[in-house]
């Protein structure tokens, strides 16, 4: 194998908090170390544009702290085809970029697996997400920022769930993944988490909520994942309010809110590490892995396996506990 | 006028940030100047409950930072009628509560000013909503915090707004009032505002996100005050896609989240303000006033006058600033 | 007078939060009315090293939410000469700039009033700085956003305070002017306040703080001004160890963590009318003006008025309620 | 093995936001399993004075967001004396007290530790500091939280550094651990990171920053632990001052700022795992364990073990990147 000389870095996919802190990292381990790098705006739909930015270790200045990505990112139809990947692939070399480090979630990773795998450009993939939903990282980048903007949300609405005696409905996103709302739930104090890991029947909701009622409860919230199967916030707050008028009730769609936000120290560090490793493990001769974080250590995983396997990430102890610690 | 030795302080209708605060200052006022104060909770209801809590100066010790209010309120259909009125003025005269300190919107106040005018107690209203919709005060309580809290949102809505090129439709609280919607707007840098105050036809605004789109903006923020006549944030939404389809757009419901929160600075000072000058002004003789704020000073307004005027708050220039300063 | 056809904008002195705004709303109102605009980087040298940029309404986008100034700021004692005065005009005029916006504090308004005077430049003021220590503007640019850190900062400080039977001595900014520590003292529910503009004696505030350890106080916070007499927080602390042993006391100095973070709604709004307003005053053939807030509207203070007078801000209710509050 | 009925829970040493979560945490699982709990005051002094606290279920309710500890924490030199431990252990016994949970840092842990082995009740120990220096678990409670309250800090005070090309040197906690100075460093984009596990030569900070500012770095950020062997901020300003005048330079020293604030997320979760935990393993059956994080689980390790191994916590890559990430 020939030595890498040039990288390409780019975002794609849902943007997450600690997105511009890893393209910081990876660009300044790449100059640090002798490299090229290049930024691909918009993702794959910049390869196709060769939309490409030659980047220095001060345009990564200042940026450590800012939500979003500076290289955006943009959904690409064509890419998926094989024409557009060959299109992809040759304006790249065309460019002289000879190894990509891919930031986002399983889509990014599918894309960037394919190319390598077709055209044999090594890549490197950053779990980049606010869901936690990709297998080979404990957790994803922007889980962290999205889950502290989600219980500061809470602790808001607390104060005035608590001076009106009322029941909140909160929605939070995670798209398949009741990551987001299994921690903000237990963090955010709540009494009830709706998952899409889980049935929960309506029923079973009432009979709870009627208990910490009459157990003197002055007001409650109730944390529903977008992907829970009742319906959303809106829905299951309807079924409620049907059987149980004891409060009033109030619905809450965070939305894209929980997107944005200047990364938290553990998101920033997270990203820091992971850029790092990338650059390094492309310097090292790997492809097609996985960079993620296993309990405190950094780790490979093929990119075969960590798009093979499944997820599930909630922690049984997490679960057990929604119904303790609300008594 | 027999000598003020007894007063009670309540809070009432939505609550908003600086309500402690104000408790904080009305009981430490009172308590210094050698009166007793009583709390009561749940206002009207309350009263008609005799609900009554003999407060120390301890007992609003560390509430001046915490968002609610402690001595919750409560919607109460009875004391609206004459045997309500009387029944509240009884239970409050049989505790020896003899003046009343009011902390709410216009409803508070109005039901203040009928327990005076019909059983003459004397009562001083702070205006506490985050609406900023009252005559008699520059600022309401609350409305500081409240739009703070909105501009951290699209702050961090922004971040990902840019990241995706994308039109962002908020929704904003503030009833019949655009106070939070067009200072929040300015504030954002959002790119059009729609008031209650102010028709906006669709067409004008799509026109304008055109010429955004033209001028290279990579996303827009468009602020909905919830008492727009375009029907809220949603429709909107749905009625710009069907002509306007360059940006993703999506809709956000901040809601309750903007009633909460630690009060900022501003409110927590206008709070502690208003809370002195409401026992002062009691203990001077004074009656049926709203205590508010006019420029830098606290002044007095007689309640007939704070409840017959409208309160249109919206400044000129900042109504033009919204097209100027988005370009 | 000849008709403004490019303005100059600068920053200059401390930075404060809220200037970014402020040159937002200059440069998009000058381009809006026709104009074009420089920005001047780090302020008076600049003007000595041309150092100039043509901004347009793209180059100020994003940045109504960022702490500092991106034109800098910087000392320059050359510029104070005739001769470095002279120097500065002539590089404003054969750039073609005829008219100034220049945001700051006291220095920075003596400035341009002298360049104003001594060629003819015509030149508006607006007060910048988290001081609030110029006659001509309620509030200057920064102050609000400035107080919401220091209470920020108090209200962290209040937990571990309470958990430890604590004495906390908290250092905040404002030269010669006690207003941050006023508000910040009220908004914190602080125990004492040392103010520039008044002589505490020690031995006062040891009684103080007595009486409220016998009142069952389990902890206390003093805020001194870094301009009180007593020669700051350290020295504050140390002499009233020697009396006072019943807590347990620590120091903290914020420092320049008050010059920073992201501006407060009420400083992006002010610096947004502020900016706004000064285009339109040079429009209007205004010179030599500050550029303020009275109440809740924008006015006009001849620069020899506003640098003559001295500003004394500090509220007389808010000085008596220290005392009355902290009971 | 006598069945658990009643269980004390205490904290001492210095205060970790987080640890109001972990009570809440470990007095509802302990009601919830049908034990008794009881809060015990200002920890080992606490017992000395029998300050006990019967709490239910609704004492513990909204405190999870509240940083501090509503137990409170003192130092306590009569508990180590062998009376002072006996009279501590008679206490609780005679209150029924049949087994604890310590929350707190290695003393904290040391005294359980010879509560058990003198008197044989059993004891779980929670790693409650800010200092993440403790062996038997990855973080500490409150290290998250701190660290983030660094960076927020570092976030303002590089606003204002990049406006004025200035110098900051910023000091932070963790005495004997750099484990905060090094996270925040990372995580704040700092140029350097004076740690006490490392020896950093003046000289060597010198030519970095110089190497820096010619690279056109506008400015510069360098966090001093507070255990470094430099001697503190304001003593490395001073030397570094001497040869280095490029930039203005100036110090901040957060202190007991870093130990208060609403806990984040990550602490809420944790506090609520290890105190969920705590309580079961002691009905379990289990004496003298640290319960702790490792990875992404909660594991026992022996108190003897895990005070007496060394808690050296600095990850290698973390180190690196230091220099190779601020270029």
């Known amino acids: 194998m020939a030595r890498i000389k040039k990288i390409g870095v780019f975002t794609s996919g849902g943007d997450a908090p600690g997105m511009n802190a890893c393209i910081r990292a990876v660009v300044r381990t790449a100059i640090h170390d002798g490299l090229e790098v290049v930024g691909i705006r918009q993702g794959y739909q910049g390869m ?52 990509l480090v891919a930031i986002g979630g399983d889509g990014t990773a599918n894309g960037a697996s394919r190319l390598s795998l077709t055209h044999g450009i090594p890549v490197m993939c950053i779990p980049g997400t606010i869901d936690n939903d990709l297998y080979g990282s404990d957790f994803t980048l922007g889980f962290d920022t999205a889950t502290n903007t989600v219980i500061e949300a809470i602790d808001k609405i607390r104060d005035t769930a608590a001076s009106h005696n009322r029941l909140f409905f909160i929605e939070v996103m995670g798209r398949d993944s009741g990551c987001i709302a299994l921690r903000a739930g237990i963090a955010g104090g709540s009494e009830a988490v709706l ?56 619905v809450t769609i965070l939305g894209h809110l929980q997107r944005g936000g200047s990364p938290s120290s553990f998101d920033r560090v997270l990203a820091s590490r992971l850029g790092f490793a990338a ?49």
Chains 1, 2, 3, 4 share one sequence.
């Open 48 to 99: 196709l544009e060769s939309n490409f930015w030659d980047m220095s270790a001060r345009d990564v200045g200042n940026i450590i702290h800012i939500g979003g990505t500076i290289l955006k990112t943009a959904r690409c139809l064509e890419f998926k085809t094989p024409e557009g990947t060959k299109k992809a692939y040759d304006n790249l070399r065309s460019y002289g970029i000879d190894a």
């Open 195 to 250: 998952l899409p890991e889980r049935d929960t029947a309506i029923d079973e909701l009432i009979e709870k909520l009627s208990s910490h009622a009459n157990n003197h409860k002055s007001s409650s919230i109730v944390i529903v994942a977008e992907g829970d199967k009742n319906g959303g916030a809106y829905h299951v707050a309807e079924r409620v309010k049907e059987k149980f008028d004891f409060y009033d009730s109030k």
């Open 279 to 327: 650059v390094r493990a492309l310097l090292n001769g790997k492809d097609r892995q996985m960079v993620g974080l296993r309990g405190n250590a950094i780790v490979l995983t093929p990119l075969e396996e960590a798009l093979h396997f499944s997820h599930f990430k909630l922690e049984d102890d997490l679960l057990e506990m929604i119904n303790v610690l609300s008594i």
